[in-house]
């Protein structure tokens, strides 16, 4: 399973790191990605990263505010997000790919139960 943390209320402008544990499984080559879902909106692709840790990909709007990374060894994946807007609330899902890439929901095997992300003042 994928366990995320990290998530809360924060005002704009803030930071908030992200983290997400796997057990029961290893994370081997799969990329790591994370997604976001806002209340009546899809989920959405925030950012992937390959098994190494040297390649990764955002969405447009997060681009130079948020960073992903994983640590094999500790078997977790984390989302570094700095100068946070209203319009990046939502709860956050880290999942675990099916091969090294991915960045649309299909391509994610398995998903946590997500962490709630509210930017307000």
């Known amino acids: 399973q994928l366990v995320e943390s990290g998530g809360g209320l924060v005002q704009p402008g803030g930071s908030l790191r992200l983290s997400c544990v796997a057990s029961g499984f290893t994370l081997d080559l799969n990329a790591m990605g994370w997604f976001r879902q806002a209340p009546g909106k899809e989920r959405e692709f925030v950012a992937v990263v390959n098994w190494s840790g040297r390649l990764t990909d955002y969405r447009d709007s997060v681009k130079g505010r948020f960073t992903i990374s994983r640590d094999n060894n500790k078997m977790t994946a984390y989302l570094q997000m700095n100068s946070l807007k209203p319009e990046d609330t939502a709860t956050y899902y880290c999942?675990?790919?099916?091969?090294?890439?991915?960045?649309?929901?299909?391509?994610?095997?398995?998903w946590g139960r997500g962490t709630q992300v509210t930017v307000s003042s």
């Open positions: 999942a675990r790919g099916h091969a090294t890439w991915g960045t649309r929901v299909s391509d994610y095997a398995y």
